[in-house]
């Protein structure tokens, strides 16, 4: 079959038509008065939560967050102040604490010895504590272990100590 030049240009002008009258629709609508009009409760109403959270990608957006700018923006000192040292204090079980470090022990031994072994064993639970949180936001953080840096870099820099003097001599000034 050859095609018909009569129907072609008949199509042509009618595809013209149906765009200037649809142009000419689209610049006789007043947005703002159409925006106007719908009910955005009813509108948010219709939206189903539940599914549309189901679509985030929870990976990809932890992989957007800059942990870096996140943890800058924390006022730690802030933080530091909101702390209720007494009710922390509060809930500590003495009797657990002595059995757990021997306690009992040292306080029979040295009465003096007494507060230095107490400030030995909250460093080391603080330095325990510092341990786990170090651990927790490297592995929230994605954080491989060989990636870190061995120590702080004021430390890390130094030289090492030079050596002792070996037993039994010692150094006379």
Do not use: C, Y
């Not at 018909?4 to 038509?17: G, K, T, W």
């Not at 657990?96 to 639970?125: M, N, W, Y």
């Not at 953080?141 to 120590?151: E, W």
């Amino acid at each position: 079959m050859s095609p018909n030049p009569l129907s072609d240009r008949f199509e042509r002008l009618a595809q013209a038509i149906a765009e200037r009258v649809v142009n000419l629709v689209i610049d006789a609508i007043d947005i703002n008065a159409v925006v106007e009009r719908v009910d955005l409760d009813q509108l948010i109403g219709k939206v189903d939560i539940n599914q549309l959270v189901a679509k985030v990608d929870i990976e990809q957006l932890i992989e957007r967050v800059d942990v870096d700018a996140l943890i800058q923006s924390v006022d730690v000192d802030a933080l530091v102040r909101r702390v209720n040292l007494n009710a922390i204090v509060s809930q500590l079980d003495i009797d657990s604490l002595v059995e757990q470090t021997e306690l009992g022990s040292i306080i029979a031994k040295s009465t003096t010895g007494v507060l230095t072994q107490v400030l030995d064993l909250v460093r080391s639970q603080g330095v325990g504590l510092d341990d786990f949180v170090a651990r927790w936001t490297n592995r929230i953080l994605h954080r491989k272990s060989a990636t870190l840096p061995i120590g702080p870099p004021m430390l890390v820099a130094r030289p090492a100590p030079a050596a002792l003097p070996a037993a039994g001599h010692t150094e006379v000034r």
